[in-house]
């Protein structure tokens, strides 16, 4: 054991301690020493560990915001080219729908068909992939969720079959006003 040794305040004799000890009395005048600069420092210490510990935390904290915020802006992106590229595609397809024999070529409608299938590949192919990628962990203390990916997944898929719809129900609307 490690015995620390300091000076008896009252009689200056040596007064012996162990290291874990706060309290120590002198074997000359019977004084009990109070050793407070060794209990602070312990207490110092103990902060500065925990002061790390947190810091650790926060870090880690940070890093899942920052995925959290970039899976998000990914989606994000993928709604708005799934999105655009339904609504374009259905009004070219009903543009010349609308126009029928009268067009010579079938541009307009090649072209909605292409945007169609992107729209379509992104809804089969990257939205589950986005899902299969969603961080899958509580954020504040980033545990794992078990089956949030697939949650999330169907979620996706979900919600871009209603913007799908909507974007349908858009370019009905649109052609109409165009045919009027």
């Known amino acids: 054991m490690d ?3 300091i000076e008896c305040p009252k009689c200056a004799g040596e007064v012996r301690r162990k290291k874990q000890e706060y309290f120590a009395k002198c074997p000359y005048c019977g004084t009990e020493v ?3 600069e060794i209990r602070e ?3 110092v210490t103990r902060f500065r560990e925990q002061a790390e510990i947190l810091s650790g935390q926060k870090a880690s904290y940070e890093a899942r915001v920052k ?3 970039h899976w998000e802006k990914m989606r994000n992106i993928f709604m708005v080219i799934i999105t655009v590229c339904n609504l374009i595609g259905w009004c070219c397809f009903g543009y010349a729908t609308e126009m029928g024999d009268a067009l010579e070529n079938e541009v307009p409608q090649w072209i909605g068909m292409l945007f169609l299938c992107v729209a379509f590949v992104c809804l089969l192919i990257f939205i589950p992939i986005l899902g299969g990628i ?4 509580d954020l504040l203390t980033g545990e794992k969720k078990a089956g949030a990916r697939i949650k999330m997944s169907l979620k996706l898929i979900g919600v871009t079959v209603l913007l799908c719809m909507g974007t349908i129900i858009i370019a009905v609307i649109l052609m109409r006003r165009v045919s009027i």
Do not use: T
Not at 134 to 137: A, G, I, V
């Open 67 to 69: 995925e959290l915020k």
């Open 41 to 43: 420092e312990a207490q």
């Open 34 to 36: 109070c050793f407070n």
């Open 3 to 5: 015995i620390v040794s």
């Open 134 to 137: 969603y961080p899958d962990y």
